[in-house]
């Protein structure tokens, strides 16, 4: 289970921290990338950072230089520093969790969180 939070309203140019908790028995969080993606209203959801467990981070170009994503693989969360937003920044920001084997495929959403820049 993937648990965001951090979501509100902010201004233009103001900054936000999402962090998504991950929990459950047979969830081995330090296997699985984890990743951010976000869906504005109508629009596709759409990639916005990841971060496998040895911490390499990729970033969408649209958010590149003012977002951070962060892991901690002992307390299984991740996070997601957001800097310097700007309108369309707005949308429901998600949480993802993505392990791929031989023969076995998880893929873990969490519920989203709304973050909304007012300008």
């Known amino acids: 289970q993937l648990v965001e939070s951090g979501g509100g309203v902010v201004q233009a140019g103001g900054s936000l921290r999402l962090s998504c908790a991950a929990s459950g028995n047979t969830f081995t969080f330090n296997t699985y990338v984890m990743y951010w993606y976000r869906q504005a209203p109508g629009k596709q959801r759409e990639f916005v950072a990841s971060?496998?467990?040895?911490?390499?981070?990729n970033y969408a170009d649209s958010v590149k230089g003012r977002f951070t994503i962060s892991r901690d693989n002992a307390k299984a969360t991740v996070d997601l520093q957001m800097n310097n937003l700007n309108s369309e920044d707005t949308a429901v920001y998600y949480c993802?969790?993505?392990?791929?084997?031989?023969?076995?495929?998880?893929?873990?959403w969490g519920q989203g969180t709304q973050v909304t820049v007012s300008s």
């Open positions: 993802n969790a993505y392990r791929k084997r031989v023969g076995d495929r998880r893929d873990y």
């Open positions: 971060i496998p467990s040895d911490h390499t981070t």
